[in-house]
C-alpha cells in the first residue's frame, strides 16, 4: 500500500545518506590526492621558454631518460630500497614470530610496544640519535677506541650501510605489524600439523608459515619499499655528500632550483616506476593486491 | 523554508568570521626571514612600541622564493632575500610588489648600500630591495690544524682529506671559480663562457670530493662539525666563523685570497602583502641605530644602519677588524644580479658534483 | 587400579603398538595427567574418554610429541620415543580443527608428508590416489581445501595422515565439528577405515557414544587419571566406579544409606526414604552413605502391580512423557517424592499413558549397582546426558 510515493521516498533517502557516506571519501580523493596529480601532470608537461611564458613540451621527461645522472639516481634508489625492504623483512620475521607465536599476554605486549617505542619521536630525532652514534667523534666510534679495536676515530657516517640502517631502523615497525598480524592469524595447530607429519622446522617454515604469512610479508614489503622510496630525511643525513637519494632530486629540483617543471616530471616518474616495481613484486610472488591489503 | 534560514544564517556567521580574521590580520606582520634577523628582544619592543604582532618565519634565498612561488606572493607580509636574488625570481615568478621609498627614512640607511641595492633590485624601472643586513661568505678555518687554507682551492689540498665540508649551492661554484682566477660575474651576461667556467668549476669540485667529509646544509650541522674537530676547514659565512672564534680563537673566519663574496639582505614586500604598512613600520623600526646594533649581535653581521657601528660590542668589531683588513675588505666581490636562466645551468652541475664518486 | 591394566611381559609387548608407563605431566600444582599407564594391542581402535579439562589433550599431545612429559616412559612398537621429536614419531595426528593446510590442494596436503618422508617423487600420485579411494574422495586431488564440505575434509585429514603408515593415529575429537548426521556417518566410516587400514587408533572423545561405537578398548578418564580401562560392554554394564558408572549411558542416580546386606543383595534407603534392594560386590557396613544406580532400561512399566516377585517393585505417578522415538523416556515420581526416568518400550500397551496416573514399575536388585560415596566429600561427577 505504501509502495508508491513513500517506497521512492525512502529509497531517496537511502541514496542520499549513501552519497553523503561517500562525500568525504570522495573529497579527500578528489581534493588531496587526484587534483594535485593531475596539477603534477600538466605542471611536467611545460617548459620555461622565457620569463613567464612557458611552452607544452615532454622534453622534462626527456630529461629523465637522456641524464644518465637522474636515471642512475633512480635505479641506485629503488635498487637501495629493495635492498632494504628485504633486509628489514628478514630481521622482521623472526622478531614478529617470535611475538606472534613464542610470546603470549604481558610479554608479548611489552615486546610489541617495544618495536613501537622509537616511533613515539619524530623521524628527524631518530636520525639525529643514529648521526650521534656513528659519526667520527660519536659513541660508537669512542667506545671502539677505548676498547682498543682501533686506534684511532673512525667515521661511520655518511655512507651506503649508514643509510641501510637508518632506512631500516625507521622501517621496522611497518614490517612487525602486519606481519604480526598475519601470524597471529595462523592456527597454532597448522604448525604442528607440520611438524606432525614429519617436516622439519625448515619445511614447517617454507611450505606453511611463509605461505599463510604471504599477504603479510607483502603488504609489509609494499609499505616499506614506498616508505624508503619516498624517504627523504634519512638518506640525505646519514648519507651524506653521497646519499644520492630520487627523493632529494625532486626536491632540489622544486625547492632549490625553482625547475617545478622538472620537479613535477620526477615526481610522477617516481609513482609510475615505484607502482611498476610493486605490480611486478606481486606477479612475481604471485599476490594480488586486493588480497595483500585486506 | 528552514534549511534555507539555517543557511542564512550560516552564510552571515561565515562573513562575519572572515571579515573579523581579515581585520585581525591588519595587526599581524608576517615576516620572511634568516635566524638572527629578528630577535626577541626587538620583536617584544616593536610589538610593545606599535600594537602590531610579529609572526616570524625562519627561512634561507631559496626557500623564501618556494615558499612565495607557491602561494603567488601571499601568505606573508614582509621578506628578506639577498639582493641579486630579487630581479629573477620577479622576473620569473611574479612574487614580489615594488617598494614605496617615499615610506622609508632613508636617512637611516648607508647612502652608499641603499644606491647599489636600489640599483641591483630594480626591474622594470621599478625599485624593490631596502638593505638591511650584509656580510660575506669566505673561510673558516681552524688555524691549528688547517693553517694552509688561504683560498677556496685549498680545501682541496691532500692534507685535508676528509675534514672539509661547503655547501653544494651556487655560492661555492662561484668562490670556486674566483679562486681558479676566473671572473663569473663578468661572465653573467655571457652564457657560452659562463657555462666553460662552471665546467672548469664541476672538474674541480668532482676532484675534490674526496676531501669532504659532508656538504652542509644548515648553518647549525656545519659549526658542530667544527666544534667536534671533524671538520677543520669549510666555506662559510663570516658570522659562523666570529661565533665559533669566540668559543675557540683557534677557530676564524679567513677573507679568501681571491675575495670574500659580498651579500646584502634586503626588506622586499611581497606581491599580497596583507600589512604593508606594518613592513614599512617594522623596516624603519629595526633600521634605527641601536635596534640595528641588537640585530647585528643576535645575527653576527653588520647592517646598512647609519651609525649602528658605535653600538655594536668591541669584540664583534675586533674580529671583523681581523678578518678583514682594508685590502681584504677592498677585494671583496658583491653578488651582481642573477640573470634568470643561470640558475638551472648551475643546478645541472651541482647535481653531477653530487653524482660523482 | 589403573596400573594393573599394563601389562609389561615381553610376549605381550610384541603385540602392542603403543604402551605408557606412569606417564605424569604437571601444569604448576594441577595434575593433568597423573601416572597414567595403559598399552594398547596392535590394531586396536582405542577410546579416551573424559568430560573436558580431563587431561585427555594433554595425553594425546605428550604421545604426539608436542608435550614432553614430566615423568613415565612412552613406547611405540616396544621402543621408547621420550627423546625423538614430533617429525620424527611414527604417530600421527587428526587435529581437532583437522588443522588442513589452506594453501595446498588436497593432493598437496596428502603430498607433504610423502615428500618429507623422502618418498620419491614418481610414486605419490599412486600412492595419493590409492589413498583418495580408499577414503571414498576419488579424484578430489586438485580441489582446494575451501571446496570440500566438513565430511570430505575429515576424509582428507585422515588420509594425509594413514598414507604415512604411521604405527598409531591419534585422533583428537575430530568429529566434534560436525553436525549430528554427518557426525553418525563419520562413526561407522571412521571404523571402517581404522579396519581397512588395520592402524592402531587412539581417540579422544568427550562423547561416550563415539567412545563406545568405535572402540575395541575404551578408558574412562577423570582428573588425570584412567578410572576404568575395557570394553564398552564392560564399562557400560559393569562400571568399576561411580564415575564410570554415572559417565557412561543414562542412569537414575541417588544417594543413600546401607541398612544391611546379606551375601551380595543390600538393603538401602535412599535419601527421600525409598527402600530398594541393590546388588553388590563388596562388603558394605550399615549406615555407611553411598551412591546407587539405575539405568531408565532395567525397569519394566506395568499398569497393575506385577504377579511374579520383584526385587523393586516401586508404585509411581507420570509427570511426563518425554517423546524421543525409539529413546522415549518416561518421568514417574514416587510416594516418597523421588523422580525416576524409566525406559518407554513403543508398543500399544503403553501410548495411552498420560500425566497424572499410576503405574507401577519394577526391577531387580542385580540390575542396579551401588558404589560407597568415599570418605573425603567429592564432587559429585557430572552425570552424562
Known sequence: ????????????????????????????????????????????????????????SFSNYITFFAEPLYWNTFVRTAVMSIVATLLTLMIAFPVSFYIAKVLSGRPKMALFILCLIPFWVSELVRTYGWMILLRETGLISGALQWLGFIDQPVELLYNDAAIMVGLIYTSMLFMVVPLVTTLDSLDNSLIEAGYDLGGSSW?????????????????????VFMLTLGNYLTPTLLGGKDSLWFTEQIYTQFITRFNWEQGAAFGILLLVLSSLIVWAGLKVTKQSFTRVMS | MRPLRKFRYLTIITAATAAFSVSAQAETLRLLTWGGYAPQDVVEQFEKETGIEVKVTLSNNEDMISKLRATRGAGFDLAQPSQD????????????????????????????????????????????????????????????????VKDYTDLCDDSLSGSVSYRLKRPTLIGFAFALGEDPFAAYGDTEKYQRILDKVEEKLVDCKSNVKAYWSGGDALLNLMRSGEVTAAMAWDAGGWKLNSENPEITFVAPASGALGWIDTFVLPRKTKAEDAAYKWINFVMQPEIAARITESAGNFTASQGSDDFVNDTLKAQFKESFPQADLDNINWYPPVPAGLEEMEGKVLDRVKAAK | MSEQAFVSDASAEEQEDLACSLLSKHFGDFAAVDKVSFSI?????????????????????MLAGFQEPDSGDILIKGRSVLHTPPNKRPVNMVFQHLALFPTMSVAGNIAYGLKRKGIPKREHEALINDVLDKVQLPGYGNKRIDQLSGGQKQRVAIARCLVLKPAVLLLDEPLGALDLKLREQMKIELKRLQQEFNTTFVYITHDQSEALVMSDQVAVMNKGRFE???????????????????????????????????????????????????????????????????????????????????????????????????????????????????????????????????????WQANQCLCFPVPAETEAQPEVAQ
Not at chain 2, 625570481?89 to 644606491?115: E, G, R, V
Open chain 2, 85 to 148: 636574488r630579487i630581479v629573477s625570481a620577479q622576473a620569473d615568478f611574479n612574487i614580489y610588489k615594488p617598494m614605496d621609498m617615499s615610506k622609508i627614512k632613508t636617512a637611516q640607511i648607508i647612502p652608499s648600500m641603499l644606491a647599489a641595492t636600489e640599483k641591483n633590485t630594480q626591474f622594470e624601472g621599478e625599485v624593490y630591495g631596502v638593505p638591511h643586513v650584509w656580510g660575506t661568505s669566505g673561510l673558516i678555518v681552524n688555524r691549528k690544524a688547517a693553517a694552509t
Open chain 3, 228 to 362: 576404568q580401562v575395557g570394553t564398552p560392554q564392560e564399562l557400560y554394564y559393569q562400571p568399576a566406579t561411580a564415575f564410570v558408572a554415572g559417565f557412561i549411558g543414562d542412569s537414575n542416580q541417588y544417594v543413600g544409606q546401607v541398612q544391611e546386606q546379606s551375601g551380595e543383595t543390600i538393603t538401602l534407603v535412599t535419601e527421600h526414604g525409598v527402600r530398594l534392594l541393590s546388588h553388590s560386590s563388596q562388603p558394605m557396613p550399615a549406615g555407611a552413605p553411598i551412591t546407587v544406580f539405575i539405568r531408565p532400561e532395567v525397569m519394566q512399566i506395568s499398569m497393575v502391580k506385577p504377579e511374579t516377585e520383584q526385587d523393586n517393585c516401586l508404585q509411581v505417578t507420570i509427570l511426563r512423557t518425554l517423546f524421543d522415538g525409539a529413546r522415549s523416556q518416561l518421568q514417574v515420581e514416587t510416594a516418597e517424592g523421588a523422580v525416576l526416568t524409566v525406559a518407554l518400550p513403543q508398543t500399544a500397551d503403553f501410548h495411552a499413558l498420560e500425566p497424572g496416573r499410576s503405574v507401577y514399575v519394577s
Open chain 1, 203 to 223: 619445511h614447517v617454515m617454507r611450505s606453511i608459515v611463509i605461505p599463510h604469512a604471504m599477504p603479510g610479508i607483502m603488504s609489509g614489503c609494499i609499505v
Open chain 1, 1 to 56: 500500500m505504501s509502495a508508491g510515493p513513500g517506497g521512492s521516498f525512502s529509497r531517496t533517502q537511502y541514496r542520499l545518506g549513501f552519497w553523503l557516506l561517500l562525500a568525504p571519501v570522495v573529497l579527500w580523493l578528489g581534493l588531496l590526492i587526484i587534483l594535485p596529480h593531475i596539477d603534477m601532470v600538466l605542471v611536467s608537461l611545460r617548459e620555461r621558454v622565457a620569463s613567464r611564458q612557458y611552452e607544452f
Open chain 3, 41 to 61: 594391542a596392535r590394531g586396536a581402535f582405542f577410546s579416551i574418554l573424559g568430560p573436558s579439562g580431563c587431561g585427555k589433550t594433554t595425553l594425546l599431545r
